[in-house]
């Protein structure tokens, strides 16, 4: 794809008039035409945006938010820094020069054919975003305190050369070329907060976590972004819950399979004598309480499905419930966060330092899921991604993925014993960022689980006999049911 820009010849200038007005070129501005007939002009020139700024803008800078985001706001706004003021229409974006400084040293230039564009570099778009501004806050140039915080923080988090330094000594420097100087004694300031060596207030509670010493994992933020990402693409599709269903029946259907996937196996009969008797086995007692405890967590959450209203509820939320499932065992902490790095074959979950960081972070994520199933999906993969406990992190995990279900009057999921390698492998797979299995195994289950009886004991278990749920051997048997036995209900 060539991008044709007027150089001053007249003769030449002509020509390129001549072969737009015979449909051989595009007109992108006065002067700059295009040879791609086939794209949108709107995409062409967002494509192509660094060159033809580097001809209409000569002396700017791409600054503020821009130099952040490199691409125009959702209303299609674009932002730079120049010796003039000036605003320019281009298909699909308008361009805002602001008068200040052009390029300072360590600022990005991109040369190209007709001329240079410049980016603010990364400092000075911190402290250039730092600065006040006005309007929307989705189109205005600056993106404000809170996002230099977490960017802040997660510089400091991947710093392994301490470059941290960098950026407040950096900083000093440009303030008096910019004029910045309120902004740098801030940029230290948080600095200095974030790493413990000073006070200041922090307004957002990733920062606020870096300077209690919660650092997060990126790589697993971009693991849940992905899967986010595929949800956004591909919503999971999860039918209404019974109303009939018995409650209790279920929540012990729910308790059973979750703790046979992490090998507390008994007899189905023999674990509901254990949940409608409230006692353990004399022989098995450790294994007696942990099904006796996932049931009363199963059961408090569906009792009470109201959402945490913030990350640091969302972290004491699951605590609660993890202390609820394995409350027996006290060796391994029940709901605390875990004293040793935890580890699944050769996946290594995250470091004790970053846990709380790494679920707040991943709690933004869930919450800016469309859809209520779609948040639930991404809860069950943060904690099991985290594995932020010594112990019951699975069981945990699908509470937590069935809260935000019943929350929303949707079918809680259950993975049979059957089910159990596709439910591994779906995990497995995401982990190493392949996130399609994960939905459609979800969609799966869901509609397995809708269509389980939970009217009676008798319907329940023929049921789960009837589709092969309680067999282990997958190479011999497969999950079986019929959905057209499933009175549909409408799917987020």
């Known amino acids: 794809m060539v991008l044709i820009a007027s150089t001053g010849d007249p003769t030449g200038d002509r020509l390129l008039q001549r072969r737009a007005e015979h449909g051989a070129l595009r007109r992108l501005y006065q002067g700059i035409y295009t040879d791609d007939l086939n794209t949108p002009i709107d995409v062409v020139t967002r494509r192509h945006l660094n060159e033809i700024l580097s001809v209409l803008t000569p002396g700017a800078v791409i600054s503020h938010r821009s130099a952040i985001e ?57 402290l250039e975003n730092l600065s006040q501004s006005r309007g929307d806050p989705d189109n205005r140039r600056t993106l404000g305190p809170a996002f230099v915080e977490q960017w802040l923080e997660r510089f400091i988090a991947r710093d392994i050369k301490n470059d941290i330094g ?58 849940f972004e992905r899967l986010a990402n595929e949800l956004q693409q591909n919503p999971l599709q999860i039918p209404d819950a019974d109303p009939a269903a018995d409650l209790q029946l279920q929540a012990f259907v729910e308790t059973y399979f979750s703790n046979f996937i992490e090998g507390t196996e008994f007899e189905i009969e023999e674990a509901h004598d254990i949940v409608v008797n409230g006692r353990p086995l004399r022989y098995r007692e450790d294994d007696s309480h942990d099904i006796l405890g996932t049931y009363q967590a199963i059961l408090r959450s569906k009792q009470d499905p109201a959402l945490p209203g913030g990350a640091e509820k969302f972290v ?41 960081g790494t679920l707040m972070k991943g709690y933004e994520i869930i919450m800016s899921a469309a859809t209520p199933a779609n948040r639930a999906a991404l809860a069950m993969f943060v904690i099991a991604e985290v594995h932020p406990f010594n112990d019951g992190n699975g069981r945990t995990a699908r509470i937590a993925m069935n809260h935000f279900l019943t929350n929303a009057g949707l079918t809680r999921i259950v993975i049979p014993t059957i089910y159990r390698d596709d439910y591994i492998s779906a995990l497995k797979a995401m982990t190493h960022g392949n996130p399609a299995p994960l939905p459609r195994m979800l969609n799966h289950a869901g509609r397995f689980s809708r269509w389980i009886d939970f009217s009676s004991k008798e319907r329940c278990f023929h049921m789960l006999e009837r589709s092969n749920a309680m067999q282990e051997d997958g190479r011999q048997f497969r999950l079986e049911f019929n959905d057209e036995e499933m009175e549909p209900g409408p799917a987020p």
């Open 316 to 356: 004491a939320q699951i605590m609660d419930w993890n202390r609820l499932v394995i409350e027996s065992r006290k060796n391994k902490s029940p709901g605390e966060l875990k004293t040793l790095t935890n580890r699944a074959g050769h996946t290594v979950f995250v470091q004790l330092d970053k846990v709380v």
């Open 70 to 126: 490199h691409r125009p706001t959702a209303a299609g706004h674009f932002y730079l820094t120049g010796p003039y003021r000036r605003e320019l229409e281009l298909p699909g974006i308008k361009i805002h020069i602001a008068k200040g400084p052009g390029p300072t040293p360590g600022d990005i230039r991109i040369s190209f054919k007709y001329g240079d564009a410049y980016i603010s570099n990364q400092t000075r778009a911190l």
């Open 166 to 223: 960098g950026i407040r000594d950096q900083a000093k420097e440009l303030a008096g070329i910019l004029g910045l100087h309120a902004e740098a004694k801030k940029i230290d300031a948080l600095i200095g907060a974030m790493l413990g060596t000073r006070t200041a207030r922090l307004v957002t509670p990733i920062a606020r976590a870096r300077a209690a010493g919660r650092q997060y994992d990126d790589d697993r933020l971009t693991l």
